[in-house]
């Protein structure tokens, strides 16, 4: 009792459950998920140093045998942001990744927003319940393929799972953070609310995936009771450090709402975390009794030689996509890339101007020989290539607010014909009326590679009669 009492008290201060709370009681329930992997699953010893998808198999797998001496029941669910985003989730449609969730039988896989070009093959091939938290202007599902929730698998308990993508928070709050299209489909809005056959009922768990948790001492409480007229029961969430913040694994493992919040991380070093809530039955409800923030390393878990050599499997696909594109006397920063990146995109046809974001310059290029995974790691967008048509006045107010850098060929009438990659286009588009997007090519990645490859004097920037424009600097 005493036990109970004191782990009570942590929770309610928002901590971590105690340690000898899993000890005191044990689970009926152990929820497991991972979150915004940014399909940095690799063949080991290929081009990431960094590689903790095998301690999450080995972790799982050992929680799995741990759970069936116990009869406690595993649910294994990712929140979304973790099929796309690397050179080799690019190099396989994604399909690195679907291998992983499919050997790892997760129950659900949640679509981010970085999710929003997956291959419809590819999330037809994965076996667990696929969920999206966007809708298109008459309330369907986005893409047609997913749900907004879905009962799971899991034998002799109904389990319902949610997706969800931002709270309550509203994408005039944060323009830049909210997808204005996702699966080719314009007009999106994220879901908020979840009708009540959506629920797993009184005698099943109900989860709520919430990709991007902001500030977990500021509960939204409409949103929250709202989530509980829906019938949710725990939520499983994700928070992305900001680089100047530390991380404090104590604080954020754990958030004593109603419902209860599990928080996974992103690691300022890239590293995956995985996150495990224990609960319990209380009556017609659940209760936490056990909350852990786990790096995925040696330390944690052994290495599943298994998931090794089910990735080891994509080596030569990544490896064909890995071409070399020329050698660069000297290494060159975000400055050179961005000029790089308006350069090419200034030789398309008709253009008289190009749109570019500092912001998605990642990483720099180094010295030598330049091949295309240091290319798509310092540019990891893969949306087409358009055109669309502005007026001056209109391109200078859209690259303001969103803080894109313009280049614009000098005496240019008015209005332009503006490229630049599809990302970029929507976000404007949602601002304005009337701009309509033409496609120039499918990938921008592969586009600008062949570019580059073909025309290595791109990286000494714009061409003769070209000018850039800064943000919010009218010429």
Same mark, same amino acid.
């Given at each position: +009792?005493?036990?109970?009492?004191?782990?009570?008290?942590?929770? $309610?201060?928002?901590?971590?459950?105690?340690?000898? @709370?899993? !000890?005191?009681?044990?689970?009926?329930?152990?929820?497991?998920?991972?979150? !915004?992997?940014?399909?940095?699953? &690799?063949?080991?010893?290929?081009?990431?140093?960094?590689?903790? *998808?095998?301690?999450?198999?080995?972790?799982?797998?050992?929680?799995?045998?741990?759970?069936?001496?116990?009869?406690?029941?595993?649910?294994?669910?990712?929140?979304?942001?973790?099929?796309?985003?690397?050179?080799?989730?690019?190099?396989?449609?994604?399909?690195? +990744? /679907?291998?992983?969730?499919?050997?790892?039988? *997760?129950?659900?896989?949640?679509?981010?927003?970085?999710?929003?070009?997956?291959?419809?093959?590819?999330?037809? @091939?994965?076996?667990?319940?696929?969920?999206?938290?966007?809708?298109? %202007?008459?309330?369907?599902?986005?893409?047609?393929?997913? %749900?907004?929730?879905?009962?799971?698998?899991?034998?002799?308990?109904?389990?319902?799972?949610?997706?969800?993508? &931002?709270?309550?928070?509203?994408?005039?709050?944060?323009?830049?953070?909210?997808?204005?299209?996702?699966?080719?489909?314009?007009?999106?809005?994220?879901?908020?609310?979840?009708?009540?056959?959506? @629920?797993?009922?009184?005698?099943?768990?109900?989860?709520?995936?919430? +990709?991007?948790?902001?500030?977990? %001492?500021?509960?939204?409480?409409?949103?929250?009771?709202?989530?509980?007229?829906?019938?949710?029961?725990?939520?499983? /969430?994700? !928070?992305? *450090?900001? %680089?100047?913040?530390?991380?404090?694994?104590?604080?954020?493992?754990?958030?004593?709402?109603?419902?209860?919040?599990?928080?996974?991380?992103?690691?300022?070093?890239?590293?995956?975390?995985?996150?495990?809530?224990?609960?319990?039955?209380?009556?017609?409800?659940?209760?936490?009794?056990?909350?852990?923030?786990?790096? +995925?390393?040696?330390?944690?878990?052994? $290495?599943?030689?298994?998931?090794?050599?089910? #990735?080891?499997?994509?080596?030569?696909?990544?490896?064909?996509?890995? #071409?070399?594109?020329?050698?660069?006397?000297? /290494?060159?920063?975000?400055?050179?890339?961005?000029?790089?990146?308006?350069?090419?995109?200034?030789? #398309?046809?008709?253009?008289?101007?190009?749109? *570019?974001?500092?912001?998605?310059?990642?990483?720099?290029?180094?010295?030598?020989?330049?091949?295309?995974?240091?290319?798509?790691?310092?540019?990891?967008?893969?949306?087409?290539?358009?055109?669309?048509?502005?007026?001056?006045?209109?391109?200078?107010?859209?690259?303001?607010?969103?803080?894109?850098?313009?280049?614009?060929?000098?005496?240019?009438?008015?209005?332009?014909?503006?490229?630049?990659?599809? &990302?970029?286009?929507?976000?404007?588009?949602?601002?304005?009326?009337?701009?309509?997007?033409?496609?120039?090519?499918?990938?921008?990645?592969?586009?600008?590679?062949?570019?580059?490859?073909?025309?290595?004097?791109?990286?000494?920037?714009?061409?003769?009669?070209?000018?850039?424009?800064?943000?919010?600097?009218?010429?």
């Amino acid at each position: +009792m005493l036990v109970r009492l004191i782990c009570a008290l942590v929770l $309610a201060a928002g901590l971590s459950a105690c340690p000898d @709370s899993r !000890r005191a009681e044990t689970p009926d329930v152990i929820v497991l998920h991972t979150g !915004r992997m940014r399909g940095n699953v &690799y063949p080991l010893g290929m081009m990431a140093p960094l590689q903790h *998808y095998p301690f999450i198999a080995g972790y799982v797998k050992a929680v799995r045998e741990e759970a069936a001496k116990t009869g406690a029941k595993v649910v294994l669910l990712d929140l979304g942001d973790s099929l796309t985003g690397s050179f080799a989730a690019h190099a396989t449609d994604s399909r690195n +990744m /679907a291998a992983f969730f499919n050997a790892l039988e *997760y129950d659900a896989i949640a679509l981010g927003n970085l999710d929003s070009d997956v291959p419809a093959e590819t999330l037809r @091939s994965i076996h667990a319940k696929i969920l999206t938290p966007f809708a298109d %202007a008459a309330g369907n599902p986005v893409p047609p393929s997913a %749900a907004f929730a879905a009962r799971t698998g899991t034998p002799g308990l109904p389990v319902a799972v949610m997706a969800n993508f &931002y709270g309550n928070v509203s994408p005039a709050k944060f323009p830049g953070r909210f997808p204005a299209s996702f699966a080719g489909v314009a007009g999106i809005h994220p879901v908020r609310d979840y009708g009540p056959g959506e @629920s797993a009922g009184a005698d099943g768990l109900t989860l709520l995936t919430w +990709m991007k948790l902001e500030d977990p %001492a500021s509960p939204p409480p409409g949103f929250l009771e709202n989530l509980r007229a829906a019938g949710v029961q725990a939520i499983a /969430a994700h !928070r992305v *450090y900001g %680089a100047d913040e530390r991380e404090v694994w104590e604080s954020s493992g754990f958030a004593a709402w109603n419902p209860p919040v599990s928080i996974n991380i992103l690691r300022n070093n890239g590293g995956f975390v995985l996150a495990r809530l224990d609960l319990k039955r209380d009556g017609n409800g659940w209760r936490a009794i056990g909350q852990q923030l786990i790096p +995925m390393t040696a330390n944690s878990a052994p $290495a599943d030689p298994a998931i090794e050599n089910e #990735i080891a499997r994509f080596a030569p696909a990544i490896a064909e996509k890995d #071409i070399r594109i020329l050698v660069l006397g000297q /290494a060159m920063g975000s400055d050179a890339i961005l000029r790089t990146c308006l350069a090419a995109l200034a030789t #398309i046809p008709d253009s008289q101007a190009a749109l *570019y974001s500092r912001e998605a310059v990642r990483a720099d290029w180094p010295a030598g020989e330049l091949r295309s995974s240091a290319v798509f790691n310092a540019l990891p967008w893969t949306s087409p290539v358009v055109r669309i048509t502005l007026a001056k006045a209109d391109l200078e107010r859209a690259a303001a607010s969103l803080g894109l850098v313009v280049a614009i060929a000098d005496g240019s009438a008015d209005p332009l014909t503006v490229s630049t990659p599809a &990302y970029f286009a929507d976000q404007i588009a949602a601002r304005l009326d009337g701009v309509r997007p033409s496609v120039v090519a499918p990938s921008e990645f592969d586009w600008f590679v062949g570019r580059l490859t073909a025309d290595p004097s791109l990286v000494c920037g714009l061409p003769s009669g070209w000018s850039v424009v800064e943000p919010g600097v009218s010429r």
